[in-house]
């Protein structure tokens, strides 16, 4: 029953509840000074903000509503934030403290995005010297964002102080990152920092190991309390302001916690304060009182005394996580984090398939496979000379009873992700572009051609149990077997195209829906069809279909198109009485085809958006890895602001880039040759798929008659461009 | 740890334990000067007929007497049965009680609508958010408005809930909806609450309403009418014009009576003219005039429930519980004695003229033969604040021996429901959430109200302060009102430092926040806290969807009055287990009476009444029902951590 704290001399009043109020009086000090520091060097209205976000400081910006922009702004901050500066309780006869506590932690989190974002105006040390990356744009935001939806990341550790030594440091983060969490790292203790240790200790940090250095200071941290704020504002829809949802959300979704190692300061106490505002606990290797009682937090709030071997589990249970694991029978460390690693030249043992030799991968349905079994044809590491190039080939044999030929591709296409999770293997490409490396480090530890197999017959089977029973890898790292598989592959592949090309909205009785980001966007539902896939780009209508196959009771679910009430704008009865129940009532209908008439609603993962350019009787499309100004008038980030979260906003859309080359991308209003403006480097990406798409309805020459932004930013620059190539959309009907 | 005082063994034990009233009961003694706690063995023989409700002089062919061992079988002159005679007898001590609390409330709003209208530039509104808020229960827009006029349309609305003919009391609305729908489905609904009352006198006319279940039903209903409005629009106006309690530290019980200082007590109920006599006191051309008499200040201290509206609010110490009053003048060092209405006494004139003390009454509701009475009038209140004030100052010199008791213990009081949901998440997560979570989980095993009253009858606090005690080392968090928190208080039961005498789940909770175990919520009016509380505990959630489903108990260990009655009636019409003790159950002759209390409330409530005189009963019956509703729960066992994965997150 009943869990007996362990009762300090001082205890929670004064350890935790006087920490707090002295920390936070010291956040307000400092921020205060910077401010004054600032505003003695520069003008008033010099403009303060973290580079490439549509929410300006914003946990300030979601918890108040207001708006810093300008320097002067920040005396709003400062004086709301000495409003909730708690007093220390007194010694003998205190008031209660814990609302008050709460109050002040929040103060320090502003206090906190005060001090970081006036080091970006210059005052203070940079945020983003040497390891440190400072302020996670809107960018990463988003693409991270789908990976907490997806589950592929559960949550993240806000790691504070340092390891007692920089090989417990490389083993806490090696924990962390096969618990798939991400790691975020800001402030010190023991006189270094947990990030400094794993860069001595040969670890690469980033994002794409998911180890992410914020900064040097314990105020870097509201980079990870500013990432999930922004979360809730892009994902969840929740508006600026809003205090009390904002919090909820994170609470109820995001999964994330304070992992405190070495000693716990005042300052610290401040920020883990704020950070239990978001229901985020703090897990601490110190002895410091624990706070067990729950309610504020989902479990208990501060845990202490944790031994370092038991501190990533104890967090995860405290902060109520599942995480479940799939253990992959290989002797190199396994997980996402391991996906973006690179494998430099020096450290690179063996490269397969690539510029220079053959390749192919191929996922089969068959006959009489036994399960498990894993062939290499040709050499297996050992006889292979370090540094060498050899072809490579992969047959994966699948059987069961629910399997279908449709879903072969959608199952050779996880290889990719599979063999990337590996720690010391990198995978690059699909079909017969792949190319692939193993290092030394991999390789010593003793990974063979046989752990290939291994990798893919054990995911499968996680993944896929479903709809396969049976799974056996044919590894060839010889020719002529390579070159034969090729061959066989090449023509799969040409038949599966022509089936993908022959499935329209029209031949097909049943759409999915996804609601796979309903875990953040909890009011938002995407309707996955054959020429529209999830706008995340992720899913496409046979990933739908597989995924339905895989789960019966999982994020996509059959859509009976029923009745088709408007072909062109692409409304269907059941379509219709699908949304309204699963937008839970918010929305009655939609079209498919149309960004003017009641769109389709966009979570906060879309890959892009369009938007409608009035004067120049077109869209314009803008993708997420475009920072710079658009011919709206917004940027990426303000223009994602105002159609996440489940919103219908009539004039934009989010989409997935795959969906340009749909012969319904905006059909309702004259399709891809209403396409007028689009990043270069997006145009570029795009290019066969664009060109393909407008040939396909008589616009030969669209390609070169989309504008970018070396043809300029504002609209009107773009409409005299586009009156100089004839774009065809000048001529098409009014859009209004 | 709390300072603790034990009696100081002159003999007074009996009579009460707490340390500083034995003493003065000595002083008494020695000057030969008669108190309650005296005169109460003077009373004579207990009349049992009267004292069990049995005895029936609602009409002059009486009075009737239903005694003996076929007491059942007998009938009055016209026909009645005991179950009858005792359900109008409390039916009537209900509708005295009920009229006394919504009386206060009534008050209040006029005082809203005289600050509303700008009659009365002595009060201001304190608590606009508030107003702004109970304006809503009223369906009243409140865009734009400024608050005076805003305060004048809120009291309006109020004071109609009072005489309304049609429809029904505006706050029932703010009950959980599943017992809304239980009432309406049982028609108990309370209307108009003049009209509830009038419609009690006129059921227990003779030759009116003669079966009781249904007059039973009617205390119910018209309880009601005052715990869910008259009280509640007490509170709440209290509230809006004098300001939304949060936790003060303060002392209690007669040593906070300063020798050097010109001391004035204030008693009675109502905080409308003991706010302003407060601000009178504090005036430093007040405190000036003083210092001229030869004094070195003015000591404000209270006496019963004023006491508790000006300690939450403005920290001014407490001097005592209703026992306490007459004590307090046998100190000798009291200058002035203000008082309203309710449990001021008149054994207080008798007191009085044995000291230079003057006896101020002020309510036109509540004179006294042998008192002062300079009329209270809300639209020149300051003015009369000062007056009383300064004849306070005036009497200084007139001062004789003093004998002060050197008993006082530090207390924290000011638990408004506004407050608890803060203490529980700050001003960005606050709610009820770790209450009910901490209560399913077990570090909090349940809840109880200790509220009411002393009686002479029973040794002062023994009851409460046992109570108190032991629930907090059971795990049971305790709420305190009325003269229970004065009991609370002055045996240290609201210092902070007392965590650590709780059991260990409760005093992890009250570590965590900072809080004492028990928490001070009020005045007796004050009640309307605690089933606003209980309304937002369900729907908080987690502990059932209604009222009568959480762990919690009401108890009133000394009651001696008719209000306690009306209070317990109208938890009970709410939900709530309320168990009395000190005195047995002023029905208690009736079987058919003590069969709807229990059994057949609880049938048809889910909450009940049951009396208890001895402490111990109080506290097993009350151990008992915490665990049966934990059982029905299903919380009584600790629960396997929920741990979530993806699918669970979505939709």
Redesign the interface.
Known sequence: ??V??K?KPE???ETI?GGVARGVRRYYDLATSRYEEALASMDASTTVEFPNTGYYLPVIYG?TGHVVEKLEDIQWVLDEAEK?IPPE??P????????????G??AALWLAEIIEALKYVGVGPSPTEGIWLGFADDVIMRQRGVEFV??SA?GFAAVTGAAPDVETAVALAREMQGKYLYVFMAGESRGTTFAEQLVEGGVDVGWETRLVPFGPEIYGHIYSVNFATRAAMAFGGVQPGD??RI?KYNK??V?AFVLALGEVDDLKYAAAAGAI?YGFPTIAEDDIPQ??????CT?E?VCSDVPLTEIVSKAI?VR?????ITEVPVPVAYGPAFEGERIRKDDLYVEMAGPKATGAELTVTAEDVEDGKVTVVGPDIADIEPGSTIPFGLLVEVSGRKMQSDFEPILERQIHHFLNEAEGYLHVGQRDIIWERISKKAVDAGFTFEHVGKIIHARYHSEFGGILDKVQVNVFTQEPEVSALLERAQSVYQQRDERLGSLTDTSVETFYSC??C??FA?DHVCVITPERSGLCGAYNWLDGKAAFEINPT??NQPIEKGMTLDEHMGQWEGVNEFVYSASHNALERFNAYSILEEPMTSCGCFEAISVVLPMCNGIMTVDRDHTGMTPSGMKFSTLAGSVGGGAQTPGFIGHSKFYMGSGKFVSAEGGIARLVWMPKKLKEELKELIGANAASQGYEDLYDKIATEENGTEEDEILTFLTEVGHPALEMDPLF | MAEKKTGNGNGYAHKSMDPAAQEMLKVAEEKGISTMFSRVDEKGKYCSVGGEGACCKICFMGPCRFTGQNKDEKRGVCGATLGTVAARNYLRSCAGGASAHADHGRDMAKTLLAVGRGETKDYRIKDPLKLRRFAGYYDIDVEGKEDLALAAEVAEAALNDFGRQEGYQTMSYRAPKKRQELWDKLGVRPRGFDREVVEAMHRTHAGTDQDAENIMDHAVRMCMADGWGGSMIATDISDILFGTPKPLSSESNLGVLNEDEVNIIIHGHEPTLSELIVDAAQDPEMIEYAKSKGAKGITMAGICCTANEIWMRRGVPPAGNSLHQELALMTGAVELMVVDVQCTFQGLVDVAKNFHTHLVTTSPKGKMTGATHMEFDEHRAREIANEIVKMAIDNYENRADIHIPNFKQEVVAGFSHEYIRYMLGGKFRESLTPLNENIINGKIQGAVAIVGCNNAQTPQDEGIVNLVKNFIENDVIVIVTGCAAHASGKHGYLNPQMFENAGPGLSEVAETTGMPPVLHMGSCVDNSRILTLLADIVETGGLGEDISDIPAVGISPEYYCEKALEIATYCVGSGVYVIFGGVDSPVKASGVVTDIHTDGWEEKFGGKLEFHPKWEDIFEHSMAHIQKKREALGIHEARERVLVDMAERRG
Not at chain 1, 92 to 103: A, I
Not at chain 1, 291 to 296: A, E, F, K
């Open positions: 029953m009943a007996t704290a009762r205890g929670i009043r509840a918890i909730l309780p007194s003998k006869m205190w008031l209660p403290y814990l609302g008050e506590t709460l109050d932690g929040m997806d589950g559960p205090f009390a919090l109820d979704r999964f505002n706070i067990l009682p729950t309610g504020v479990y709030h249970e109520g996580l599942k995480i479940v609601t796979l309903q875990s909890p999982g994020p």
